[in-house]
């Protein structure tokens, strides 16, 4: 929405209309715009779009190019940073030989059982404060305490408790998702429009309809972005669990290579982790962008 | 909601969030006191409490924690500092986010934790290696929320900058700056919880000096429950501690700035 207007300010500064905007401009403005003007102008639009499509991989590749060069050169000894052709050899090795499919599944089984326990628990629990004010007064105070120990803080008391097996990192990734799960939950049953609850009781809803033909599905999109924040969280954390405590995983893969020193191996799992949260990312995000869109019709509909 | 429940009887309302930690230190106490287990794990609230007065009376505590929240501001004001800055570039120049922000977007998703290998190793285990980590850590949501605020200033703001000739400058400091103000200070206060978790972490992952963090370890490594119980209250409550200086501090600025919360 933001995004597209201002676009649609900018579109209004391209050639094909500079001079009304143009004229209002103070003087200093005025001699540099017709230049750049008159530039653009000779660069036909399929010019300026492909330009566009190649801006962001500017950094990408200049950082690449250095990195090549800094270690070609010996600039840094290959212990500190491994050359990127040793880095991709070491990922294809990974992948060849299975141990990363190994690693990866153990890392996504825990996320995903973590994450089903936890934002299952985290809905629940959302779900029968935000309908009960009286189980939110006698809940709400001890669970926002809680909440102030960080993941990272409960682990020693959960090594404690659990040992360092399978059970801790469920336990743990559970509690990463849980929180953002429950209180987006709650928030999303705060939220409901006025409006509709106002309507609601006008065509004399009773309580049980109020629930579930309003609350409940304008509820909907807002808890899919606390399960969204919560599978971020999870996938935050199952690093962490697996750097300080397990024995396979690609927080493992990243732990093993520190201890070896071998960067290589650190740097490549690091790329596998970071190309499975954006990828994750991405599919929450196309969901929830999804179900905003029939959200919106709703307020249009009101007014 | 709330229209729908009666809100009469005010008064016991208030001590309802009181009823579960108390029974909860209640079953704890009795389950220690009937020795319902002989597992050591299972401390006293007791004991808790002594070593509590122990650690506070302690030297060695109070420098763990005043060491852990010196590198925690220092972490802080170096990552909100650039973050701003950064931010700023994001938000202002559209070239510029054509080139970083792609770049940037993809580093924010790989977890922050990933980085700690890399950064020991260049960095060492030291204070310099956890105050890089922590930088990273506050840097990402100041700039994810100053590039936002300024992104979704209301087009109708600048279109009146516009009718009344502002200059570029004019337009930034009078009308894009106060309208973002209020998600800039979302990103610094999210930027101080960040860092405090992040700060756990380093002295958990980058093992040495001491810290909040070591002294848990210390603890969780030598089964000593009552230690651990207390390491995590602690922790809980400079959080909350942190978390209540931001939300006074932006709500002070906003009122400053004459801007009615989000």
């Not at chain 1, 017709?34 to 801006?55: C, H, I, K, T, Y």
């Not at chain 1, 909440?147 to 659990?162: R, T, Y």
């Not at chain 1, 609350?215 to 750097?243: C, H, M, Q």
Request: one cysteine or more.
């Amino acid at each position: 929405m933001a995004r597209a207007t201002a676009t649609a300010l900018d579109s209004e500064q391209l050639p094909g209309k500079p001079l009304a905007p143009v004229k209002r401009l103070p003087p200093s403005a005025q001699r540099a715009v017709p230049r750049v003007v008159a530039r653009a102008a000779q660069g036909s639009a399929w010019q300026s779009r492909a330009l566009n499509r190649l801006l962001p991989w500017l950094l990408p590749a200049a950082l690449l190019g250095l990195w090549y060069l800094g270690s070609e050169r010996g600039w840094l000894s290959d212990q500190v940073l491994p050359p990127p052709a040793f880095v991709y050899q070491t990922l294809v090795d990974l992948a060849s030989t299975g141990d990363l499919w190994l690693n990866a599944s153990a890392s996504m089984q825990r996320v995903l059982v973590g994450f089903l326990i936890g934002s299952g628990l985290g809905v629940t629990l959302g779900l029968v404060m935000g309908l009960s004010k009286t189980v939110e007064d006698y809940l709400l105070p001890s669970f926002n305490a809680l909440v102030q120990i960080p993941v990272l803080g409960w682990m020693p008391f959960a090594l404690l408790l659990f040992g360092i097996g399978e059970p801790l990192k469920y336990v743990l990734i559970a509690h990463a998702a849980l929180v953002p799960v429950t209180l987006c939950t709650l928030q999303a049953f705060h939220q409901v429009p006025k409006r509709l609850l106002e309507v609601g009781q006008a065509y004399g809803f009773s309580r049980r309809q109020i629930v579930t033909d309003i609350v409940l599905p304008s509820a909907v999109a807002p808890i899919f972005t606390g399960l969204r924040l919560g599978f971020t969280k999870a996938w935050l954390s199952l690093v962490v669990v697996e750097l300080l405590a397990s024995s396979e995983g690609l927080g493992y893969l990243i732990a093993y290579g520190r201890q070896l020193f071998q960067l290589d191996l650190v740097m490549a799992a690091v790329v596998v982790v970071g190309a499975v949260g954006l990828l994750i990312d991405r599919s929450f995000e196309y969901v929830e962008r999804r179900l905003n869109k029939g959200r919106a019709v709703i307020p249009g509909r009101l007014v | 909601m709330s229209t729908l429940t009666s809100s009469a009887a005010p008064s016991p309302r208030r001590y309802r969030g009181w009823v579960l930690p108390v029974v909860a230190v209640a079953v704890w106490w009795l389950a220690t006191h009937q020795g319902w287990s002989d597992s050591g794990l299972l401390v006293s609230p007791q004991k808790v409490a002594a070593t509590a007065w122990h650690q506070f009376t302690s030297e060695a505590f109070w420098r763990a924690i005043s060491s852990s929240l010196a590198r925690n501001l220092s972490g802080f004001f170096i990552g909100t500092t650039l973050g701003l800055v950064l931010g700023c570039l994001l938000g202002f120049s559209r070239l510029f986010e054509r080139v970083v922000g792609p770049s940037f977007n993809t580093f924010k998703q790989i977890s922050l934790f990933a980085w700690i290998p890399l950064i020991s190793v260049w960095f060492g285990l030291g204070d310099v290696a956890k105050v890089v980590f922590l930088s990273l850590a506050a840097l990402v949501p100041v700039v994810v929320n100053t590039c936002d605020g300024l992104r979704n200033v209301p087009p109708a703001f600048l279109e009146v900058a516009k009718v009344y000739g502002f200059t570029r400058w004019q337009t930034i400091r009078g009308v894009m700056l106060p309208a973002a103000l209020p998600s800039i200070f979302t990103g610094v206060y999210l930027a101080l919880v960040y860092s405090w978790l992040a700060t756990i972490g380093a002295e958990y992952l980058l093992v040495s000096g001491s810290g909040i963090g070591n002294t848990l370890i210390d603890g969780s490594e030598h089964f000593m429950m009552d230690l651990v119980l207390f390491g995590m209250v602690v922790i809980g409550l400079v959080g909350w501690g942190l978390n209540l200086l931001a939300r006074n501090l932006e709500r002070r600025m906003q009122r400053l700035y004459g801007i009615t919360p989000r």
